[in-house]
């Protein structure tokens, strides 16, 4: 039995491989899950942040795969830097390579991975075998597979190749299985790529947070390798105060009540705390002792502020440098987890970089951990998102003390008593003075001080404008003081640029063109228009990222921009090639765009104020999300404060161009354009797709018609091998380029709403593309239509003469009841049991081999034993369904 101070609880972080001893809670999913895995060869398992995915698989399905004697690949994550030795553009597919990375562990050079493919990576490494010399099922697990939609965005076409790869890996070998392991609210867009793995992808399971019951078992389970116990009352109140939560009421207020469940990632910090509190002495834990640890953020807190302290104390790095180091690389401006690389000496980049030596005891405290990938490499995140919230609020507490403390001294460095008065006289002076410092220091005495020094030094003013602003707004706004924040922004506007929070790198992010750049898109604009080229292709690379998921035509990265005083000054030009398009972009000097949708109730009224003053946005340029308007740049504080997005007009011309793109596809769908994207899909294993639809098409001018009526009827390019496939079944002496994209609209609709597989090449072409297409187009090509199934086999069921009527209607279609009955019976299957029920197929009983149907009954042969054979005699109606047939077989 374990001592008081060993402790059971893992806190934050998810429990690792050598803990099942102190996992409870889940001893059920636990076993579902094992047998889905065993019994189907992909899983998807998903759940929300925090419910426990990565622990389940550690502590739960590992080890009792590995009990049964299955082989187990080190997890797997599809992101990841890849090491300068590599060639980035020399990595076929991002995603494998930082799978195989992970399988490959250390001793691998990552040099050898570039142009592997998962499945051939698979097939050189030997089943493991059992003692009879048999090989062993083989368990993949991706977890975290949500980045597959975050990160490199860029090579976002690798990813159905990626995806094709797990597929082909899982057809060369029966004994492999997968488990993808995601969030929750990401499983919508794996939707799109479900049909091209085994089963659709069908087999999944939800993992829901800890129920009342399953939480106690969490908490007194551990407890029990240990000389503490703790009495079920306490369990229970401990569990109630987990789950109690704030809600909105109908009412619009606050209302507290108790939730039907518990976070496990809360659960495990509470208990942490708790054991990490009590005193030594304290062997049975009560309800007393619950009272007052009942805050996981506060917790979290806490636990963040130890790890810090603990990390200064050994390593002599302070605190502040810390927070700086964890607020720059672990947390992302959009409020997620971030990771950071470790170097030779330290880990992050230039100034902020912190010694080796303190990362260690943040990951020794569990604040942080790291994960090896190929070469030896090492990167580092938070141990779960639920940290983000609380680091957050700590450091912002931090970082108001901190500025009011460097404020203070520097005030009191200024009067000359800094240096030259005693201690106790300057704690005298100091706190006599500490109201009236406090609330002027941080207000006009702080706006004054920028206004004088960006008269002496403009550029060290607008540097340090950002934070002074800031730190005003947001006192300012808390305090509901609007018109004297105004006030003051006004008597700032010299200091506040349109761009006073940017970050004057980002001119280099995205260089302009040269003027034999590829299929360039040239924006011309008037000279007199106050313009930031850099901002503006800066914001045109966010747009063209947009449009490239959205619709899948990669509009170029950058852009070609020139000056032309002939441009009237609230207008540019595109120029696609000779196609000249000009639009109006209405902007002002020293104005910013912000919309005026969704305001706080508070800014609402203070904009409604003041817009009377400034440009609303009438022109078509941006047609959701509004209305626009152009504000003075000095309010930009103001709108931060109240966390109202702001933009530069930079973005508003970069949206303008996004629009005029989408809506005249014929400015980047061109045969240079089209061309360049048959040829990725080519690359990507769609040789024989592309030369259908070419041959039944006329050829890439004619595909280039039919794309562009595709994209003007609003339907996305995303997907190009299906809209492929489909344009090959319809050829152009037939169909027009409208006529076939009103079709191929329709079919890839039907195919979605079908919920049936749907796959690029499994169509087939007519006669007349079959026949123009050369051969050595079609040969290389690796037509899935061959693929194996992995789908049962369908069963087949004999009705006799009487029972025609209540299955099929007088053509020979069967009835609409049939079919939902069947559906329905096959969701109810997978949901209580996991199971993929198989198809079946109704035949008369003329087919039926037997001859011996009675007219009023119906047999099916067992699958698994074809001699043996059962009936049921039926007077009406069926429980039975079909899914894939539409008619009955006579």
């Known amino acids: 039995m374990a001592a008081a101070d060993q402790q059971p609880y893992v806190g934050p972080r998810p429990f690792g491989h050598d803990e099942k001893d102190l996992f409870f809670g889940r001893d059920r999913e636990t076993r579902d899950l094992c047998s889905l895995v065993v019994a189907h060869p992909i899983v998807l398992l998903y759940a929300a942040s925090g419910a426990g995915k990565s622990s389940l698989l550690n502590a739960g399905l590992i080890p ?23 060639n980035n553009a020399g990595v076929d597919n991002v995603y494998a390579f930082n799978i195989l990375s992970s ?51 860029e090579r976002w076409q690798e990813r159905a190749a990626l995806i094709r790869q797990l597929a082909e890996a899982l057809e060369r070998d029966p004994l492999l299985r997968i488990v993808l392991v995601m969030r929750r609210e990401f499983v919508a867009r794996l939707e799109t790529f479900a049909p091209l793995l085994p089963q659709a992808l069908r087999t999944r399971f939800p993992l829901d947070e800890l129920g009342p019951k399953a939480a106690q078992e969490a908490i007194e389970g551990p407890l029990a390798r240990t000389d503490r116990k703790i009495e079920p009352e306490a369990s229970q109140r401990l569990v109630e105060e987990l789950r ?84 720059r690389y672990l947390i992302t401006p959009g409020g997620t987890r ?58 912002r507490v931090w970082k108001e003390h901190y500025e009011r403390r460097q404020r203070r001294w520097k005030l009191l460095r200024a009067t000359g008593l800094g240096a030259s008065v005693g201690v106790a006289l300057v704690g005298i002076l100091f706190y006599a003075a500490l109201r009236y410092f406090t609330e002027y220091d941080r207000t006009d005495g702080a706006i004054n001080e920028l206004v004088r020094l960006h008269a002496r030094d403009s550029e060290a003013a607008e540097r340090k404008a950002p934070t002074v602003l800031g730190n005003v707004a947001a006192y300012l706004w808390q305090q509901n003081k609007l018109e004297h924040l105004t006030d ?35 924006l011309r604009y008037n000279p007199d228009r106050d313009v930031d080229i850099g901002r503006l292709l800066y914001e045109w690379r966010v747009v063209a990222i947009q449009m490239m998921d959205t619709w899948g ?97 930079e973005a508003l011309i970069a949206a303008a161009l996004g629009q005029v793109l989408t809506a005249q596809p014929r400015l980047t769908l061109n045969a240079q354009n089209v ?41 996305p390019l995303v997907n190009l091998e299906y809209v492929l496939d489909s344009l090959a079944a319809y050829p152009r002496s037939q169909f027009s380029s409208a006529a076939v994209a009103e079709q191929v609209e329709k079919d890839q609709t039907a195919a979605t709403l079908r919920g049936g597989v749907r796959f690029a090449g499994a169509r087939g072409a007519t006669a007349e593309a079959a026949g123009s297409a050369a051969a050595e187009d079609i040969v290389p090509y690796r037509d899935m239509a061959d693929r194996k199934t992995n789908n049962p086999q369908p069963l087949r069921v004999y009705i006799g003469d009487e029972l025609v009527d209540s299955f099929a209607t007088s053509d020979g279609k069967l009835r609409p009841e049939i079919l939902k009955a069947q559906a329905d019976l096959r969701g109810e299957l997978f949901k209580r049991f996991g199971i993929v029920a198989p198809d079946v197929s109704f035949s008369a009983s003329n087919l039926d081999p037997s001859r011996r149907l009675a007219p009023s009954q119906s047999r099916f042969p067992t699958p698994t034993a074809p001699s043996i054979s059962s009936s049921a005699s039926y007077a009406g109606g069926c429980s039975h369904g079909v899914r894939g047939g539409s008619r009955l077989t006579t």
């Open 488 to 522: 003051l922004l006004k008597l700032a506007t010299p200091v506040i640029t349109e761009q006073y929070r940017t970050d004057r790198r980002v001119g280099a992010v995205m260089p302009q063109v040269s003027g034999d750049a590829r299929w360039p898109i040239e």
């Open 64 to 86: 009792l795969l590995e009990a049964r004697g299955y082989e187990v690949l080190p997890s797997a994550r599809v992101s990841g830097r890849i090491r300068d030795a590599v």
């Open 675 to 715: 061309a360049y994207l048959l040829s990725r899909l080519e690359g990507a294993g769609f040789k024989r797709t592309v030369a259908e639809a070419l041959a039944s098409r006329g050829g890439i001018d004619g595909l280039v018609e039919d794309l562009r009526a595709l994209v003007a009827r609003g339907y």
């Open 103 to 153: 399988w490959a562990g250390p001793s691998v050079d990552p040099r050898d991975l570039v142009k592997v493919d998962i499945a051939s990576f698979l097939a050189s490494r030997p089943h493991r075998k059992d003692a009879a010399g048999e090989p062993v099922l083989r368990v993949a697990l991706l977890d975290q597979f949500e980045e597959l939609f975050t990160f490199a965005r």
């Open 338 to 395: 971030g990771t950071v690389y470790r170097g030779p000496e330290s880990t992050g980049r230039e100034e902020r970089a912190i010694p080796n030596a303190a990362v260690d005891v943040l990951e020794e405290k569990h604040l942080i951990r790291a994960e090896a990938r190929a070469g030896g490499e090492r990167w580092y995140e938070l141990t779960h998102d639920r940290f983000v919230g609380p680091i957050r609020e700590s450091n």
């Open 553 to 649: 035509v990669p509009p170029p990265p950058a852009l070609k921009v020139s000056a032309d005083k002939n441009v009237p000054l609230h207008d540019v030009v595109v120029m696609a090639g000779n196609v000249e398009t000009r639009i109006e972009v209405p902007t002002l000097r020293s104005f910013v765009l912000v919309s005026e949708n969704e305001m706080p109730e508070r800014l609402q009224a203070w904009f409604d104020a003041h817009k009377t003053q400034w440009a609303r946005v009438e022109a078509d340029a941006l047609k959701d999300g509004g209305p626009w308007w152009l504000v003075p740049s000095w309010t930009q504080p103001l709108f931060e404060a109240a966390g109202h997005q702001v933009s530069p007009k």
């Open 244 to 327: 109690t939560v704030t809600v909105r009421g109908a009412g619009g207020e606050d209302i507290e009540t108790v939730g039907p469940s518990v976070e496990p990632v809360q659960l495990q910090v509470a208990c942490a705390k708790l054991w990490d509190d009590l005193p030594p002495d304290v062997h049975t834990i009560t309800a007393a002792h619950i009272e007052t640890y009942g805050d996981v953020d506060k917790a979290l807190k806490r636990f963040y502020e130890d790890a810090l302290s603990a990390a200064e104390t050994k390593t002599g790095v302070s605190k502040d440098r810390l927070r700086l180091w964890v607020d």
